[in-house]
T-cell receptor, first 114, second 111 residues
Framework: DSGVTQTPKHLITATGQRVTLRCSPR?????VYWYQQSLDQGLQFLIQ???????AKGNILERFSAQQFPDLHSELNLSSLELGDSALYFC?????????????FGPGTRLTVL | GQQVMQIPQYQHVQEGEDFTTYCNSS?????IQWYKQRPGGHPVFLIQ?????EVKKQKRLTFQFGEAKKNSSLHITATQTTDVGTYFC???????????FGAGTILRVKS
């Protein structure tokens, strides 16, 4: 158990819909990262927040957005969902925002878009 | 943009055989991390290498960072069935701010 929690575990929805994925980092960790893992794309970095501020941006679509709240939990919002958005979405956290920080991954949310 | 290539994509070995996965970056890296993901699980941090030419060992696992800090390898000696999973390398460019993951190497071990 990494100490990072993600809800829900599974999510099934239809194309065009909007969903919100939630992540609670390990106690004391200030950074939260979001990743998308699909069969054909591997593990893709989406975005990083550090202490409430966006720190780094990866291959995140405009239909996706994220935020980190004052209590440091984070939400990833996915809108206008397409079939290709079906994937495992992982959240990870680290102590700080340094590039040498170890990232601890949560169990993931499996999103299925029908 | 920065790319991290990992080979092989897949390897199936007999228990007791050795296994190596290689990671190559298109740019010089400030550091490289290795993760293991068991089937149905989430990536778990194994190790981080920072210095040029660095070699680190964890029991049967040996990690190397190239002299030019553009490549890395993970070698497992005498594989066991508990080694099955996908091994990912992840590197951050020297002046970059995001961690880029390789596609991973899937390891299967026959007992």
């Amino acid at each position: 158990d990494s100490g990072v929690t993600q809800t829900p575990k599974h999510l099934i929805t239809a194309t065009g819909q909007r969903v919100t994925l939630r992540c609670s980092p390990r106690s004391g960790d200030l950074s939260v990262y979001w990743y998308q893992q699909s069969l054909d794309q591997g593990l893709q970095f989406l975005i990083q927040y550090y202490n409430g501020e966006e720190r780094a941006k990866g291959n995140i679509l405009e239909r996706f957005s994220a935020q980190q709240f004052p209590d440091l939990h984070s939400e990833l919002n996915l809108s206008s969902l397409e079939l290709g958005d079906s994937a495992l979405y992982f959240c990870a956290s680290s102590v700080g925002g340094m590039d040498t920080d170890t990232q601890y991954f949560g169990p993931g949310t499996r999103l299925t878009v029908l | 943009g920065q790319q991290v290539m990992q080979i092989p994509q897949y390897q199936h070995v007999q228990e007791g055989e050795d296994f190596t996965t290689y990671c190559n970056s298109s740019t010089t890296l400030s550091n490289i991390q290795w993760y293991k993901q068991r089937p149905g699980g989430h990536p778990v941090f194994l190790i981080q290498l920072v210095k040029s030419g660095e070699v680190k060992k964890q029991k049967r696992l040996t990690f190397q960072f190239g002299e030019a800090k553009k490549n890395s390898s993970l070698h497992i000696t005498a594989t066991q069935t508990t080694d099955v999973g996908t091994y990912f390398c992840a590197g951050r460019a020297e002046y970059g701010n995001k961690l880029v993951f390789g596609a991973g190497t899937i390891l299967r071990v026959k007992s």
